[in-house]
């Protein structure tokens, strides 16, 4: 026994030199890396003696002479009931567990010792060493052996240190190294008390015995946001208790900043609930101390499959694609030190598919001239028929055309009035129709009407041609040509006027043709108007003035 006892004390001397004492039951949160050189604390119980207590939760049930030194012990078989009983963790018995993955969602891989990269599954267990890649849009969600999960958000990269038993269960011990990205914690949800998570970041070490909270790495930065419980966040050999409702930072080097409380909620009532677009848009309210805001998507309220993530500094999220169907809309405020604030959740449905075509004719704000304009639209793929509406209103009551087509065009027929008309187009795939592409509003304007060239007072004064016009309407102006054919091939002259007023040179005399249309500013002509006119000889007019001449 004496040899035993030596044999102890000599390896306590060098554990009572080398440990960093980890206390169990006191506040969460230690600068310590928490390795195998941590204390656990047992609490005594009527019967315990430091014998069977070893027997129970030592690796080497001989070594309790070493816990009688540790805690200044007179009798091995005298404990006090209630009384801690602090013992290295070296001395434990100890069991490797591992983390269950219990949901992935996009591109995640995992590293493994010894091992190349694979992708990783639902089902896969992951033990201490394990590298996990998540890629952008992505997620992965673990489970450890205390019940605890952390989901792992999009563009994060994490190592499990340590995923560990001790004493048969007693206490589960789980440290995480977070390289850069952002995990989600629910540490130890059955409170089992001797229980332990830490996460380690480049900057700063979290250490919790039961909560629900966020850390995120992004270059030497360090944050925290505590949701539930409290959390320890240590630096630079200082420590805050960041409780429930708060967060804090730390940079490489620094200790963290005090405790900040956490934004509120956004406000989401009036999103939408129901979106038949793509892409889908949320505007949000803007809120006080928020310079940006944070979305994600998810199909349930776990979030463990992220589907999308958005990040905007003004307070709108824009999302590209997703298949039809219901989903839930996370949503945070975050604040200047770039801590995220309180969920804010949205359900809603999209229904986007089958696409809407593009309308190809008529444009956008363009505007018809033809009384029976053709309509016609894009081709889409997997759709064996179209929707088509034309109204009068942009809220389709007055309703001049309902039809469903197979070809991708239909033309009118019966022509339109003057003024605004609204077209709408959607697509029909088996039987499910798809929502209406953005409403077209279109203006029919008829050409201008033909020229009243009767009304045209023509003189001719030697070799100069004069035209009187009336003046035109506003935005329009005169096309004027002089031909010797009706179908205008041989052009003698041709001109324009905004007046109605043009001198031109005396075509050649003889039947020649006048023609003249309107034009608007826009370069859009009507159709021409036509009239023979006769161009006298300038020699008869000279002949006529010698006449009284010869008779003198």
């Known amino acids: 026994m004496k040899k035993i ?17 980890f206390d169990a039951s006191a506040a969460p949160g230690t600068n310590a890396e928490a390795g195998d050189n941590a204390i656990w604390q047992y609490k005594v119980r009527s019967g315990d003696t430091l014998i069977n207590v ?35 963790l070296a001395m434990l018995k100890q069991r490797m567990a591992f983390a269950e993955v219990i949901a992935v969602s996009g591109s995640v891989q995992v590293l493994e010792t010894n091992s190349t990269a694979r992708v ?64 989600e914690v629910t540490a130890n949800p059955r409170h089992g008390s001797k229980n332990r998570m830490q996460i380690t970041t480049p900057s700063a070490v979290a250490a919790v015995r039961g909560t629900q909270f966020r850390v995120s790495v992004e270059q030497d930065i360090t944050r925290e946001e ?13 420590e805050f208790a960041v409780e429930r409702g708060y967060g804090s930072l730390a940079k490489r080097g620094q200790p963290p900043k005090p405790p900040i409380a ?13 979106l038949d677009r793509l892409p889908m848009r949320f505007e949000l309210p803007m809120q006080s101390g928020a310079v940006s805001w944070f979305g994600q998507i998810a199909p349930n309220k776990s979030f463990d499959h992220v589907l999308l993530e958005k990040v ?35 359900a809603f449905e999209l229904d986007a598919r089958p696409f809407p075509p593009l309308v190809l004719a008529p444009p956008q704000a363009g505007t018809v001239r033809m009384a029976l304009p053709e309509i016609h639209w894009s081709e889409m793929t ?40 609204f077209l709408r187009i959607a697509s029909i795939s088996s039987n499910d129709q798809g929502p209406f592409q953005e409403t077209i509003k279109f203006t029919f304007k008829p050409l201008p009407k033909v020229s009243e060239v009767a009304q045209s007072a023509i003189t001719f004064d030697g070799n100069q041609m004069s035209l009187a016009l009336p003046k035109p309407a506003e935005g329009l102006i005169y096309d004027i040509a002089i031909t010797a ?61 010698a006449i009284p001449l010869l008779a003198l």
């Open 5 to 21: 006892t030596l044999q102890c004390l000599i390896w306590m001397s060098g554990l009572l030199l080398n440990a960093v004492f």
């Open 262 to 274: 956490l934004l509120a909620e956004p406000n989401v009532s009036a999103l939408p609930t129901f």
């Open 120 to 183: 990783l599954q639902v089902g896969n267990q992951l033990g201490a060493g394990a590298e996990i890649q998540v890629s952008n849009n992505s997620s992965a969600t673990l489970r450890f052996a205390d019940g605890s999960i952390v989901v792992m958000q999009p563009s994060s990269s994490m190592r499990l240190d340590r995923v560990s038993v001790y004493a048969d269960g007693v206490m589960v011990d789980t440290g995480l190294r977070l390289h850069q990205g952002r995990i």
């Open 312 to 346: 905007n500094t003004s307070p709108r999220l824009s999302f590209a694609d997703l298949p039809d169907g219901k989903y839930l809309l996370r949503v945070r405020a975050v604040d200047v030190n770039g801590l995220q604030g309180k969920d804010a959740l949205h």
């Open 226 to 238: 505590t949701l539930e419980g409290s959390v320890g966040l240590s630096a630079a050999n200082k």
């Open 485 to 545: 054919d009706k179908e205008r091939s041989q052009i003698n002259w041709q001109g324009k006027s905004q007046e109605g007023n043009v001198r031109l040179p005396t075509p050649p005399a003889g039947k020649q043709f006048l023609s003249i249309r309107m034009v608007e500013a826009d370069g859009t002509a009507g159709p021409f108007a036509t009239q023979a006119i006769d161009v006298p000889n300038p020699r008869w007019k000279m002949l006529l003035l």
């Open 382 to 421: 997997d759709v064996q028929a179209y929707r088509v509406e034309l109204a009068r209103d942009g809220e389709f009551k007055d309703k001049l055309l309902q039809a469903t087509v197979a070809e991708r065009k239909i033309k009118l027929d019966k022509p339109l009035e003057p003024g605004n008309y």
């Open 54 to 88: 070893s027997q129970r939760y030592l690796k080497n049930p001989q070594q309790w002479p070493a816990l009688q030194v540790i805690n200044k012990l007179s009798d091995p078989n005298k404990l006090l009931p209630g009384e801690p009983l602090r013992i290295p």
